[in-house]
């Protein structure tokens, strides 16, 4: 199985990014797909998920601002960030299934 991130970079606080996280090896419409962020020193996070079924979650610190959805057609999930912050910075990693996981992407949002 093979994830891979992209989409990050640097940005001002209140714009915008779109991470894209594109899956081979698994039969990705079967399964849920996670985007998590971690920081140095701090436990990775979830942000959101999104099931087969399109049903999403999302962590209260980004709820309202970012939106996670996917393309079963392309094996692609993505993370639309809107009205970032600087304490979004941080690497933003894609999981699909049980542990399957990305290299990650870094997103830096300045003040």
């Known amino acids: 199985v093979q994830v891979v991130e992209s989409g990050g970079g640097l940005v001002q606080a209140g714009g915008s990014l779109r991470l894209s996280c594109t899956v081979s090896?698994?039969?990705?419409?079967?399964?849920?797909v996670g985007w998590y962020r971690q920081t140095p020193g701090k436990q990775r996070e979830s942000v959101a998920t999104?099931?087969?079924?399109?049903?999403?979650t999302y962590a209260d610190s980004v709820n309202g601002r970012f939106t996670i959805s996917r393309e079963n057609a392309e094996n692609t999930a993505y993370l639309q960030m809107n009205n970032l912050k600087p304490e979004d910075t941080a690497v933003y990693y894609c999981?699909?299934?049980?542990?399957?996981w990305g290299q990650g992407t870094q997103v830096t949002v300045s003040s």
């Open positions: 999981k699909i299934g049980a542990n399957y």
């Open positions: 090896g698994i039969i990705f419409r079967l399964n849920v």
């Open positions: 999104i099931t087969p079924i399109l049903t999403t």
